[in-house]
């Protein structure tokens, strides 16, 4: 988390009560204090840059009032090794930007790492990968509807881009979530 509370957002206006979910704390919060463009004639009616009442970081609504960063999805995930560990927290940055193809493009690597980690062989199709992790226990035996899921990544996602992008990031991200919370945050400790 980003830390913004070494002073208080100078001359900022109070506001009618907007409610968002900060990006920074994650909280769901009511904040009446921001600074807003104004155009003559209009007013004050345009661009918002609300403080989070909860941790003091700006967030920003633009016109349309859409928020441009999203809370930052996902949870810490315990015990993931330090490769593993950089590339999820890679994904999280990426969904929260909105950047869905790029978030796609990353899960895919971190799913065939996880399969050759656990004893795939390199250089094999996508598909075949989510196979190997099905079959061998990786991919919990409740959750093979997830897998599923987002075995049509496989052909997807790098060649071109779909409406349907942003659920199919959402439904893999939950896949990747579930393997790597199984695999690595529950499992069993190594012996020493
Ligand atoms: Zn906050």
Known sequence: MNKFNAGGWHEISKWE??????????????????????????????????????????????????????PLPGKEINRLPENIEIIYSEIRKCMQSGCFNGAIMLMRKLIMHIAVEEGDDEGKNFIDYIDFLNNNGIVPKKSKSKADSVR??????????????????????????????VNYEFADGEEE
């Open 17 to 70: 009560p907007t409610s968002f979910i900060c990006w920074n704390c994650g909280k769901e919060v009511a904040s009446e204090k921001a600074y807003a463009t104004y155009k003559a004639g209009s007013g004050f009616h345009h661009s918002f840059i609300y403080a989070c009442p909860n941790c003091n970081a700006p967030t920003i609504l633009d016109d349309e009032k859409k928020q441009i960063l999203l």
């Open 152 to 181: 049509i990544l496989g052909n997807s996602a790098n060649h071109e881009i779909e409406n349907r992008i942003l659920e199919d990031a959402q439904n893999c991200f939950e896949f990747i979530e579930l393997l790597l919370k």
